[in-house]
């Protein structure tokens, strides 16, 4: 097979193009970062509520729905872009794959050991994500999301444990959830 030469000119409009391509996905994509967002959020508050009426031991009950939402994710959008192949999305992709698993394996299989840290660190590996994902779109938005993120992980050092999961569940909301739904209805709007 035959590779054609590019101009520099070419190759640039070529790798515009790809990253465009990317954006578009990934602001179709709000869909996910509203699903996620609220679902996070809605774990966090319900946690939070279970630790106030004295259930600490069964607050963390709520976030089992979170590995069954992944493989729901990964099968709703497997079927969506399986034609697809652009590098931007694969990458994206397993970004989101590798920094999801890691959250919970830390979550569910470290939480004794890391105790009042297990959710600053979970907010740093999700801004770093949600940081990365909108530097290979060029999205201002993603980027302010994940700089919020990695901000409230370090505030939430300062702060006590119990307190930690209505952080969480209020940075959902506003850096995943109102994005989502800010590149939702961008899309639409450009559809």
Same mark, same amino acid.
């Given at each position: 097979?035959?590779?054609?030469?590019?101009t =520099?000119?070419?190759?640039?409009?070529?790798?515009?193009q790809?990253?465009?391509?990317?954006k578009?996905?990934?602001?179709?994509?709000?869909f996910?970062?509203?699903?996620?967002?609220?679902a996070?959020?809605l774990?966090c508050?319900a946690?939070?509520?279970?630790? *106030?009426i004295?259930?600490?031991s069964q607050s963390?009950? =709520?976030?089992?729905?979170?590995?069954?939402?992944?493989i729901?994710?990964?099968f709703y959008?497997?079927?969506?872009?399986?034609?697809?192949?652009?590098?931007?999305?694969?990458?994206?992709?397993?970004?989101?794959?590798?920094?999801?698993?890691?959250?919970?394996?830390?979550?569910?299989?470290?939480?004794?050991?890391?105790q009042?840290?297990?959710?600053?660190?979970?907010?740093?590996l999700?801004?770093i994500a949600?940081?990365?994902a909108?530097?290979?779109?060029?999205s201002? !938005?993603? !980027?302010?999301?994940?700089?919020?993120l990695?901000?409230?992980?370090?505030?939430?050092?300062?702060?006590p444990?119990?307190? *930690? =999961?209505?952080?969480m569940g209020? #940075?959902? !909301?506003?850096a #995943?959830l109102? =994005?989502?739904?800010?590149?939702?209805?961008? *899309?639409?709007?450009? #559809?």
């Amino acid at each position: 097979m035959k590779s054609k030469e590019f101009t =520099p000119k070419e190759s640039f409009e070529l790798i515009d193009q790809v990253i465009n391509q990317a954006k578009s996905r990934f602001e179709e994509n709000g869909f996910a970062f509203m699903l996620w967002g609220g679902a996070i959020a809605l774990c966090c508050f319900a946690q939070s509520y279970l630790l *106030h009426i004295g259930m600490g031991s069964q607050s963390w009950y =709520p976030y089992l729905l979170l590995p069954l939402l992944s493989i729901y994710t990964m099968f709703y959008y497997s079927k969506k872009h399986s034609s697809q192949h652009n590098p931007l999305n694969q990458i994206s992709s397993r970004l989101w794959i590798f920094t999801g698993f890691n959250i919970m394996i830390i979550a569910f299989g470290f939480n004794g050991f890391l105790q009042s840290n297990l959710i600053p660190i979970i907010l740093i590996l999700w801004g770093i994500a949600t940081s990365v994902a909108g530097s290979f779109i060029r999205s201002k !938005l993603l !980027l302010f999301s994940g700089i919020i993120l990695n901000l409230s992980a370090y505030a939430a050092f300062f702060i006590p444990w119990k307190q *930690h =999961p209505l952080l969480m569940g209020i #940075v959902s !909301l506003i850096a #995943v959830l109102i =994005p989502g739904i800010l590149l939702y209805f961008k *899309h639409k709007q450009n #559809v």
